[in-house]
């Protein structure tokens, strides 16, 4: 074993586990070849495989035998049937790692053996570039050293935050879904650019950095957020007619709804999914 995690099986090798994995080599915390993982269809494997130099495994259960900690990264849908696969094969001292949706570490417990150790984590896509944000909490078979061998896998994808499990939905609402609400500001504020007569290239360097500069501002600082805005709104200055026009638009009610729906998706998904 070349690293502190072991060998980690990824089931499900979707959007999310692909940036887990990009971020991961790049970080320098896996080789390729400590990276199993498994899809659905043979031939979505085969193009995972060559994109990321990774090895897929004929099926779960090859996957979970060659793995220390198992990833699993399926849909919510597709969970029942991945756990009632691996369920009964997986062995006391392999650590479960579940990044699915809605899914409770009591629902993945229910179907293993008595004493797998299980951490859920929702992880976000920034992981990707190291600047992920995962939230993670952990079942009651899970001890510190499946928290730490967990850990290693989110830390160097970004910055992690040990959450009590009824707050997993709100964060899948929030920093989960929240990429694409930021995105959604970006591609505003890049074409706002555009209709003001920047080139595409620039408005998209400046809207980009703005968001990055602001954010970093925020935690850096610790101060809040509207104190930070305060100090960019002066007396009769451009930026107050700019804040008008975001109260108008209801910029913030509509953010706020935004991961109000998200969380409470999150919440019927749950309920709705058979595990
Ligand atoms: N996307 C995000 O931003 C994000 C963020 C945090 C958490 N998550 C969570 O991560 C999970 C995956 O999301 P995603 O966006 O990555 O979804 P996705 O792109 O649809 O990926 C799902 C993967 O699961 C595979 N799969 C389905 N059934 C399987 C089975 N029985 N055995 C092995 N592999 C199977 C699929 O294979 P095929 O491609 O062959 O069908 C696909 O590779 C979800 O539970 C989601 O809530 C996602």
Not at 175 to 186: D, H, K, T
């Amino acid at each position: 074993m070349g690293n502190k995690i072991g060998t980690v099986g990824i089931i499900g090798l979707g959007r999310m586990g692909r940036c887990m994995v990009k971020g991961l080599i790049q970080a320098g915390t896996l080789k390729n070849t400590e990276i199993f993982f498994t899809t659905k269809h043979p031939e979505t494997a085969a193009l995972v495989a060559k994109e990321l130099s990774v090895k897929a495994c004929k099926n779960n259960l090859e996957l979970i035998e060659k793995s220390e900690i198992i990833v699993v990264a399926v849909k919510p849908q597709n969970c029942a049937e991945v756990l009632e696969e691996i369920g009964g094969k997986i062995t006391k001292g392999k650590t479960v790692v579940s990044i699915v949706a809605s899914i409770s570490t009591e629902q993945i417990e229910g179907k293993l053996p008595k004493g797998v150790a299980v951490i859920r984590a929702m992880p976000n896509t920034p992981a990707f570039v190291g600047a992920g944000m995962t939230a993670w909490c952990a079942g009651v078979s899970a001890f510190e050293k499946d928290w730490s061998r967990a850990m290693a896998l989110f830390e160097p994808l970004g910055k992690v935050a040990r959450v009590d499990e009824k707050h997993m939905n709100a964060v899948t609402g929030l920093s989960g879904c929240g990429p694409a609400y930021i995105y959604v500001v970006l591609e505003s504020l890049t074409d706002a650019g555009i209709k003001i007569g920047l080139p595409r290239e620039l408005a998209t360097l400046l809207a980009g950095q703005t968001v990055l500069g602001a954010a970093s501002m925020l935690l850096a600082t610790g101060r809040h957020p509207a104190a930070l805005k305060d100090e960019v709104t002066t007396p009769a200055g451009c930026t107050i007619d700019g804040l008008l026009e975001l109260e108008e638009g209801r910029l913030r009610v509509t953010l706020i709804k935004a991961v109000v729906q998200a969380t409470k998706r999150a919440k019927a998904l749950a309920k709705q999914v058979k595990v």
